[in-house]
């Protein structure tokens, strides 16, 4: 069993797990302190034990916040970080930096914002392309054989990158984008995680909120919100969008769940080794998507799901293209057999 498995396991933790970055980063004006550590808190609650966060949400801010809302709960939940990118305080911007030196500052700064020893998992948030992966990783591994960390992560690697990384250290879990329209790890690195013993932690899974079906109107998003940036969410291929999501949740209501649970039960349909961590804002949406666990989805449902939104039906990359330069991801090529571009 891998290293992340037999954590989830130890803490009693439901298979879905709670991508804590929606509270300070990327979704607009940041959830003011008191509200975020009250939603953290019933979370914890209600079953929750995988916490997500990164030096980069918030600018650290989240890493602090999640700190005080796990104070005298480490032990009953599974705990996980990034390093390798941040924002430079004096330069205003992001910076990705994997050097070994770098990831052993960062860490032991992420320990004191989240008031504990060690992190179940710490991953490399993205490839440093200007450092070898296998300098990075080996920085990791000797944060393991420290104590400080439980296990290696990589974040939106290839699965190129993930066989070099694992020759030079086990890598306990990859984050990837993960969800019914965003099949990019199906391409090989699921394949790779497989291989490796990997456990393929999938970040958005409801699609960044697409397939819940609850934007209806990208115009009501706040202006500082990430997803304006991002080529499915223009107003053109938003719109085509839309309409692939008609018999999704029709299939939804046919089945008495919402849309956010049909996507996460067939998420959790792709095997054990994948463990969805969906963000949100709202208490009400985390109950909704704890829900999922006890979802099981018949053959029928999950054929007619996986001829839905595939890659040739989406319209829009998932990144721009300043964005796309920061990862290291195998994507589908933007031919007519492949995502759509206006």
Same mark, same amino acid.
């Given at each position: ?28 004006? &940041? ?64 910076? =990705? ?21 060690? %992190? ?32 290696? #992560? ?32 199906? =391409? ?8 490796? #013993? ?14 819940? #079906? ?61 463990? &969805? =961590? ?18 099981? %989805? ?12 595939? &890659? ?31």
């Amino acid at each position: 069993m891998s290293t992340v498995l037999h954590r989830l396991k130890e803490v009693a933790s439901p298979t879905i797990g709670l991508g804590c970055m929606n509270m300070s980063h990327g979704y607009g004006t &940041p959830v003011p302190e008191p509200a975020a550590l009250r939603a953290l808190d019933t979370a914890f609650d209600m079953g929750y034990r995988h916490f997500d966060t990164a030096t980069l949400y918030g600018a650290t801010a989240n890493e602090t916040l999640v700190g005080k809302a796990l104070q005298g709960k480490r032990d009953r939940v599974l705990l996980a970080s990034k390093c390798g990118m941040a924002i430079d305080p004096q330069l205003g911007k992001k910076v =990705i930096d994997g050097r070994p030196e770098t990831l052993r500052q960062q860490c032991e700064a992420s320990l004191e914002r989240l008031r504990t020893d060690y %992190l179940d998992v710490y991953y490399l948030h993205r490839l440093d392309r200007q450092v070898p992966i296998e300098e990075s990783v080996g920085a990791l591994g000797r944060l393991v054989e420290e104590g400080k960390i439980g296990g290696v #992560g990589l974040s939106e690697v290839s699965a190129t990158t993930l066989r070099r990384a694992a020759i030079e250290y086990p890598v306990a879990a990859v984050q990837s984008e993960y969800s019914l329209w965003t099949r990019n790890p199906e =391409i090989a690195l699921l394949e790779a995680c497989r291989e490796t #013993g990997t456990v393929l932690v999938a970040f958005s899974p409801l699609g960044r909120g697409f397939l819940t #079906g609850a934007i209806k109107e990208i115009a009501r998003l706040e202006e500082s919100d990430m997803r304006h940036n991002m080529p499915r969410f223009n107003a053109e291929n938003y719109s085509r969008n839309w309409r692939l999501l008609e018999d999704f949740m029709a299939m939804a209501g046919e089945r008495d769940m919402t849309p956010g649970q049909l996507a996460l039960a067939w998420l959790k349909a792709q095997g054990d080794d994948v463990i &969805p =961590i969906p963000g949100s804002r709202s208490v009400d949406h985390m109950r909704e998507n704890l829900v999922a666990e006890h979802v099981r %989805l018949d053959a029928d449902t999950l054929a007619r799901l996986n001829v839905m939104m595939t &890659p040739d039906q989406v319209w829009g990359a998932r990144y721009s293209a300043a964005q796309q330069a920061d990862i290291d991801t195998e994507e589908f090529a933007p031919t007519a057999g492949s995502t759509h571009t206006p």
